[in-house]
């Protein structure tokens, strides 16, 4: 029952929640984590204050366009530490050097780390811990494109398209996970989708990134319904056409022209346009967000 414009909070605690099955036969028997404490409406309970970002970050594919744009909003936000992991750090030197200057009070650490090896993630992962204290966000950003047609498609493209896009972010979070449930801190998980996980891309081939991207919206829902008992919210964000260095080159300039027209917005997004969902999800003002997928296409998607 609803008092002053609150909601009856004693009745939204010590829920028992369904019992689970786990892996070695035995049964889990949880409470429901809480909601956030009151007030909802005035002083630091207004929405304003509730985009406040808390706690440490992990950004894999960390030195790529969009994670970078990503992680400038949570500092902005009020982030504490940020790990950024990444194969290839160096192509982003100049922008992580700006964060760290225009940053100077948060914890900025880079990781080498191949998405694809769970034992380097797993010590990745450890150790960005041990040095940023906690990590408490995860945003899965690691991501690899190619445009073969499917007759012509190895076996290597599809399973290096897969093995990035979908069981890297798999591992990642897996990782991240065993982590915050250890911490028994909750925390919350982010995947990179995309449009192309919704509907097949046009005019370019793209089976298996698309499919790839497919994978993550239902991993995200099977992710959500395991640890929402540890209070880990698991969200995706499906990004249309962005105009970074992944859609340039390999024969996509013509295609550019026909995602903008096909655009009812006439164009394709610019990386910060993602930064405002991102931001949501990553802050208490998602606090009642799970398992949802945000698309940010300017309406590509029902065009
Ligand atoms: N740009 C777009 O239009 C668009 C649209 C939808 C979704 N996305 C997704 O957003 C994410 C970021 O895209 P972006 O445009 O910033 O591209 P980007 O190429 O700038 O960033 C991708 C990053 O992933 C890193 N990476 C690749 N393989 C890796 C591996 N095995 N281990 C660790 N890191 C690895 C790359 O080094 C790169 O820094 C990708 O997952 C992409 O699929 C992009
Ligand atoms: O659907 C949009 C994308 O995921 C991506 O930017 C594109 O398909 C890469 O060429």
Aim: proline share 5%; aromatic share 6%.
């Amino acid at each position: 029952m609803a008092q002053n414009g609150e909601p009856a909070r004693d009745a939204l605690v010590n829920r028992q929640l369904p019992e689970m099955q786990l892996s070695d036969g035995s049964s889990s028997s949880m409470t429901a984590p809480p909601p956030p404490a009151p007030p909802y409406l005035s002083g630091e309970g207004r929405a304003v204050y509730r985009f406040n970002v808390e706690g440490n970050a992990i950004i894999t594919g960390g030195a790529g366009t969009l994670a970078l744009e990503g992680a400038r909003a949570l500092l902005e936000h009020g982030l504490s530490g940020l790990a950024l992991f990444d194969l290839n750090l160096q192509q982003a030197a100049d922008p992580i050097a700006a964060l760290r200057t225009d940053f100077p009070d948060a914890k900025i650490i880079t990781k080498k780390v191949d998405v694809r090896d769970a034992e380097s993630i797993g010590a990745a992962v450890n150790e960005t811990a041990g040095q940023l204290g906690s990590v408490d966000i995860l945003c899965c950003f690691a991501g690899v494109v190619g445009c073969t047609h499917a007759l012509d498609m190895s076996v290597d493209e599809w399973k290096r398209t897969m093995d990035i896009n979908s069981t890297g972010s798999f591992l990642c979070a897996q990782a991240v996970a065993r982590q915050m449930v250890d911490q028994n801190s909750g925390g919350t998980i982010v995947f990179i989708a995309s449009i192309s996980g919704h509907r097949v891309n046009f005019p370019q081939p793209q089976a298996a990134y698309n499919v790839s991207k497919a994978s993550l919206l239902h991993l995200k829902n099977c992710l959500a319904a395991e640890w929402s008992r540890y209070g880990i919210r698991v969200n995706s964000i499906s990004p249309g056409y962005m105009d970074t260095i992944l859609n340039e080159g390999a024969g996509l300039e013509r295609a550019r022209n026909v995602w903008a027209n096909r655009n009812p917005m006439g164009r394709m997004g610019v990386p910060q346009e993602l930064t405002g969902p991102l931001v949501l999800l990553c802050s208490a003002a998602g606090s009642y967000i799970n398992a949802a997928d945000i698309v940010v296409d300017g309406g590509a998607i029902v065009f």
